[in-house]
DNA sequence: GGGGTTAGCGAAAATGATTTTCAATAGCTG
DNA sequence: CAGCTATTGAAAATCATTTTCGCTAACCCC
């Protein structure tokens, strides 16, 4: 019954992605709209994982399916405001893609899962570099180095 | 019954696989050298997935389990002998990490699934900087960016 | 501003890669 | 060679992700 904040008065936010999406045909949800806020609300939550993002939905009280999760993920990394990586042996991350962060890496401690950002101007570079030497169209690169970070390098007993 | 050609007569490449598994407390078994010698034998395989092992060796008369082929792949990558490869949005890709091929990275075609490989000393100077900058112990690190192949260029319909 | 069209939603079932279980077998070490 | 235990195969189990389907809600047009 209550509004969802979201009905009438200008949110610039709300219309960005509106415009964003129905430029290719698809519907600005209130879904969509709680999913993409928890990446620009919460600094912290910079890698989210699909579970994740139901979880937290759900500790707000925002009952969303895990499909429409899912279905809201590939859109929006299709657009390009998300992007997809792989930290975690199982499961898929994604981190917002604003077309002001550069691009940065990760470095990711396969002990304890901690996951550490970096930038190099190198790695743009390269890849540019092949993606043009080989005639391709750039879309997205993924850097991840994998290690022991120094916490976990104490508890060195057999996994 | 008949042998496998394995079994006596002294082979220098099980003779280094068992050094490696047994330092270990892993066994040589017939089942891992033939796994392994997939990845030696054929230069062209170069990126296998575990299902691909398993069909490669079914079509040389070897029946060996799926399950056999899962874990002897995650031996072989603890064992720093194969690499996992995130080439794919939903399978893993294994290639052979020798000491003495030198790290490189791949260029993926997100339209037809066309690999190809680069090599860039940037990017194992970046990674050795990071990795020490953070106090890591470095383990693997991968590059893989994503684009669109000079072929598949022209078929730019909706998917 | 309402009505028709159709994208998107939720819930549950389906999929598909990977993992585990368990009894039987085979490496390795003494 | 014997004993201990890692490994195997086959089938069942997991688990993240996708699909199906009937219903709802966005968007477009008048």
Redesign the interface.
Known sequence: MEGNGFTDCANPQADFLKEILNREGFRLTSQRQKILALFSGDPLAHHLSAEEIHQRLADQGEKISISTVYRALHVMVNLGLLQEL?LAEDRKYYELLGPIMDQHHH?V??HCGEV?E?E?P??T???D???Q??????????????????HC?GHLVAP
Do not use: H, K, M
């Open positions: 792989e470095l401690c396969v550490t970096f190099d190198r790695i570079a390269v890849s570099r092949e993606t030497a080989w005639g391709f169209t750039r879309l997205n690169a993924q850097f991840t180095v994998y290690g022991i970070c120094p390098q």
